[in-house]
């Protein structure tokens, strides 16, 4: 999947308030939490969805105004993304000893010796 960091940005945005029960999410509230201009969120939301990866669906409670949904596709997408971060977390950890990771000095403490 070719994504820029912006548009994996705003869709992990989309697909956490969903999975977090976050509720309704329109384009302002994108706009707010990623503090991203107007004009940049469109441009992204509109590639997202030629992509596939959202879907805009009118409001119920306002015609004027388009609810921001994940698709199954972008579903899939991000479990993946989590899968692969878990791992290179994993991957990065195995190389440090227990030992270093609960008893390594502080940068404070190294200053006092």
């Given at each position: 999947m070719d994504l820029?960091?912006?548009?994996?940005?705003?869709?992990?945005?989309?697909?956490?308030?969903?999975?977090?029960?976050?509720?309704?999410?329109?384009?302002?509230?994108?706009?707010?939490?990623?503090?991203?201009?107007?004009?940049?969120?469109t441009g992204i939301v509109q590639r997202l969805e030629s992509k596939g990866l959202i879907e805009r669906k009118v409001a119920f409670s306002d015609s004027r105004h388009k609810e921001i949904h994940t698709t199954e596709?972008?579903?899939?997408?991000a479990i993946r993304l989590g899968e692969l971060r878990r791992e290179h977390e994993k991957m990065l950890m195995d190389g440090i000893s227990d030992c270093l990771l609960y008893t390594s000095p502080s940068p404070r403490d190294m200053r006092r010796s």
């Amino acid at each position: 999947m070719d994504l820029t960091q912006s548009q994996l940005r705003v869709l992990l945005c989309i697909y956490e308030n969903e999975v977090n029960g976050g509720g309704r999410l329109f384009q302002k509230d994108i706009e707010r939490v990623l503090m991203l201009s107007n004009p940049a969120v469109t441009g992204i939301v509109q590639r997202l969805e030629s992509k596939g990866l959202i879907e805009r669906k009118v409001a119920f409670s306002d015609s004027r105004h388009k609810e921001i949904h994940t698709t199954e596709k972008s579903r899939r997408l991000a479990i993946r993304l989590g899968e692969l971060r878990r791992e290179h977390e994993k991957m990065l950890m195995d190389g440090i000893s227990d030992c270093l990771l609960y008893t390594s000095p502080s940068p404070r403490d190294m200053r006092r010796s």
